[in-house]
């Protein structure tokens, strides 16, 4: 199986930037999009931001403007910037990756375990 490792989550103050990167620990045969999502406990997982083999990239409207997800299916490696951030921006944030991990499996769901972004004064 695959492993997606997330880093770069910590404490950051309003206004500050953090970095989160997502690393698979194997190649896939062929990764379709990646993806950030997060959650507050008590609340559902919500969508962050997307981007596709084709490049293209879909945002949540909270974070349009501020975050910029990068990713390269070679490496299987994603990357979320995250810029101006706020309190409500607060959350694990999950990576996920759509894809195909062998020639024999189906396209499944791959998820990390999380990272901690806590913005607070």
């Known amino acids: 199986q695959v492993q997606l490792v997330e880093s770069g989550g910590g404490l950051v103050h309003p206004g500050g930037s953090l970095r989160l990167s997502c690393e698979a620990s194997r190649a896939f045969f062929s990764v379709y999009a990646m993806a950030w999502y997060r959650q507050v406990p008590g609340k559902q997982r919500e969508f962050v931001a997307s981007i596709n083999d084709f490049g293209d990239t879909d945002y949540a409207d909270s974070v349009k403007g501020r975050f910029t997800i990068s990713g390269d299916s070679v490496l299987v490696t994603s990357i979320l910037q995250m810029n101006s951030l706020k309190p409500e921006d607060t959350a694990v944030y999950y990576c996920?990756?759509?894809?195909?991990?062998?020639?024999?499996?189906?396209?499944?769901?791959?998820w990390g375990t999380g990272t901690l972004v806590n913005v607070s004064s």
């Open positions: 996920n990756f759509d894809g195909w991990l062998t020639e024999l499996l189906g396209r499944t769901n791959y």
